[in-house]
Antibody, heavy 124, light 109 residues
Framework: QVTLRESGPALVKPTQTLTLTCTFSGFSLSTSGMCVSWIRQPPGKALEWLALIDWDDDKYYSTSLKTRLTISKDTSKNQVVLTMTNMDPVDTATYYC????????????????WGQGTLVTVSS | SSELTQDPAVSVALGQTVRITCQGDSLRSYYASWYQQKPGQAPVLVIYGKNNRPSGIPDRFSGSSSGNTASLTITGAQAEDEADYYCNSRDSSGNHRVVFGGGTKLTVL
């Protein structure tokens, strides 16, 4: 059974750095084609992909946010960590981590399992 | 702005068929995936690849693609299908980056 769970602060102040942890079970991030992504959703708005880390420890970031994001993994702990610097009220959102399947032949990604999400509010 | 374009809202009568579309240049090269999201819940994958349904997704959901447009079709829409639907794919540059559409709110009348 695949599960993912996000954890981190519910409230951060503007300019602070946000650190979120995704703890997963039921799969290995060492398996070829396996990845974990972070995706966020501001209240009432659409999903926005943030970052992805793959089985080979390659990392990919949203073009618009790449200067603020760092993704890393601890395979032994089954965890993926996302940090986002210089938080702003517009970053208020529910942050999801999702297992991401990469088809090496077609270059195609899809998100087959999601955590329940964690709401992060940015306010002084 | 999203590189994948979806109609903001679509409605369908109970039991009828509805098609939700997603347009973008990247869809000429990559499949789209489709996600259903109900209020207060995480998204759920409903279609991936050429036209694959994860276990537990009813067979009234199907996917197709033509040119730069991907479509999610619900044949015989049920009240429980009322939700937001999002498409996603690779970005059009071919980098390992992902884009989502802006979402379509489906209302079942």
């Amino acid at each position: 059974q695949v599960t993912l769970r996000e954890s981190g602060p519910a409230l951060v102040k503007p300019t602070q750095t946000l650190t979120l942890t995704c703890t997963f079970s039921g799969f290995s991030l060492s398996t070829s084609g396996m990845c974990v992504s972070w995706i966020r959703q501001p209240p009432g708005k659409a999903l926005e992909w943030l970052a992805l880390i793959d089985w080979d420890d390659d990392k990919y970031y949203s073009t618009s946010l790449k200067t603020r994001l760092t993704i890393s993994k601890d395979t032994s702990k089954n965890q993926v960590v996302l940090t986002m610097t210089n938080m702003d009220p517009v970053d208020t959102a529910t942050y999801y981590c999702a297992r991401t399947n990469y088809d090496i032949l077609t270059g195609y990604f899809h998100f087959d399992y999601w955590g329940q999400g964690t709401l992060v509010t940015v306010s002084s | 702005s999203s590189e994948l374009t979806q109609d903001p809202a679509v409605s369908v009568a109970l039991g009828q068929t509805v098609r939700i579309t997603c347009q973008g240049d990247s869809l000429r090269s990559y499949y789209a995936s489709w996600y259903q999201q109900k209020p207060g819940q995480a998204p759920v994958l409903v279609i991936y690849g050429k036209n694959n349904r994860p276990s537990g997704i009813p067979d009234r959901f199907s996917g197709s693609s033509s040119g730069n447009t991907a479509s999610l079709t619900i044949t015989g829409a049920q009240a429980e299908d009322e939700a937001d639907y999002y498409c996603n794919s690779r970005d059009s540059s071919g980098n390992h980056r992902v884009v989502f559409g802006g979402g379509t709110k489906l209302t079942v009348l």
